[in-house]
């Protein structure tokens, strides 16, 4: 797909992408958008390297693509000098390579904060209430009445939210699960979330002038403590060597026996076997997963698991947002090409 094709700039999309503002915004730039039709959905570094062909000024691309060495090799031998991934995590994108062939790597943060807040908050509920469990339940024509014992779950009023990284979408989850369902907050973050506790703070006093229980929040020195104390907890870190496997059997075994985990940043956060043993061992336990450590596949038995909640990814889409990271994306491109700041810049 080609759009403007006598545009001074070739700009490639590996993918189609939500909204035609990017587009708008490329072309009136004097830009030649050319947007992959191939149905494949996770592209190969051959793939890409055919896509870059011999003159490619900028390239948007996606978090199933590897990008290193090779491709932005092939990306600066076509006169390439911008990438720009639609994610804010980039953690497929080798940053040093693009630095050693010229190429200004940019991210789309900020306007997938709320939303992915969003899923990570319904996955918590989702597992609280076994709601898929129900609609199952229900759909498989099983519900003959109203029972006292029926999907009895968990009320989050009055629970610990434990948040491991309390970055920008950590802090948004928090800000969510505390106002919305009055729990307490614990979280572990290397940096101190001032803001975050003087939302919490102001919060409880707000609600102790209204004669109800006060919420209260409490840094972590560690983050077993988050892991020994909260009933729900939402894993929010960037996914680097540091990350690799910080849910694992070990600290498994240090959570609650009917704690919710939820993890909307990357699967290799979590390690999944592990998690699958333990959800196996422990019925009560109960999970809420966006992301899977090889996906798009999941490991053995974890689809069986009546207590997991599994979605595809899916923690960043609504319209709003997605439409917004391909504008970001599009202006990261236009940004290094024609000379004015790229927006979110990991290579700055
Ligand atoms: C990201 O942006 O890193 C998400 O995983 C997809 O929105």
Redesign the pocket.
């Known amino acids: 797909e080609v759009y403007n094709p006598n545009g001074k700039y070739r700009v490639v999309s590996t993918k189609s992408m939500p909204g035609t503002r990017w587009i708008n915004l490329l072309i009136e730039q004097d830009c030649r958008v050319e947007i992959c039709t191939q149905k494949k959905t996770i592209l190969s570094v051959e793939d890409i390297i055919a896509l870059i062909g011999d003159k490619c000024d900028g390239v948007i691309g996606q978090?199933t693509e590897d990008w290193g060495e090779t491709l932005f090799a092939a990306l600066s031998r076509a006169g390439g000098k911008a990438f720009s991934?639609?994610?804010?995590?980039?953690n497929n994108v080798d940053v040093n390579a693009a630095n050693k062939y010229g190429v200004a790597v940019g991210?789309?943060p900020g306007v997938?904060t709320e939303t992915?807040a969003e899923l990570a908050a319904s996955l918590s509920l989702a597992a609280a209430r076994r709601i898929v469990e129900a609609d199952q339940f229900m759909r498989a024509g099983l519900y003959d009445g109203w029972l006292p014992h029926l999907f009895v779950g968990n009320l989050l009023k009055g629970q610990t939210v434990g948040v491991i990284g309390a970055g920008r979408i950590g802090s948004a989850y928090a800000r969510m699960m505390v106002e919305g369902f009055k729990m307490n907050l614990i979280y572990y973050d290397l940096y101190q979330s001032t803001r975050l506790e003087k939302f919490v703070t102001a919060y409880g006093e707000f609600l102790k002038a209204n004669g109800e229980q006060p919420v209260t929040w409490k840094r972590a020195a560690s983050m077993d403590e988050v892991l020994q104390e909260a009933d729900v907890i939402s894993l929010h870190p960037i996914m680097d060597k540091t990350t690799y496997h910080l849910i694992n059997k070990n600290s498994l075994a240090t959570m609650k026996k009917e704690a919710i985990l939820v993890n909307?940043s990357?699967g290799p956060v979590v390690d999944e076997v592990a998690l699958v043993e333990h959800l196996k061992q422990n019925p009560m336990f109960r999970v809420g997963l966006d992301?899977f450590e090889d996906e798009p596949y999941m490991k053995p038995g974890l689809a069986d698991m009546k207590n997991a909640v599994v979605v595809p990814?899916i923690?960043?889409?609504s319209k709003w947002?997605r439409e917004g990271?391909a504008t970001l994306a599009a202006l990261n491109v236009l940004g290094k090409i024609k000379g004015y700041p790229v927006w979110g810049n990991p290579n700055r």
């Not at 991934?85 to 980039?90: D, E, F, K």
């Open positions: 978090l991934n639609m994610a804010v995590g980039y991210n789309t997938l992915t909307c990357r992301v990814h923690a960043s889409a947002t990271m």
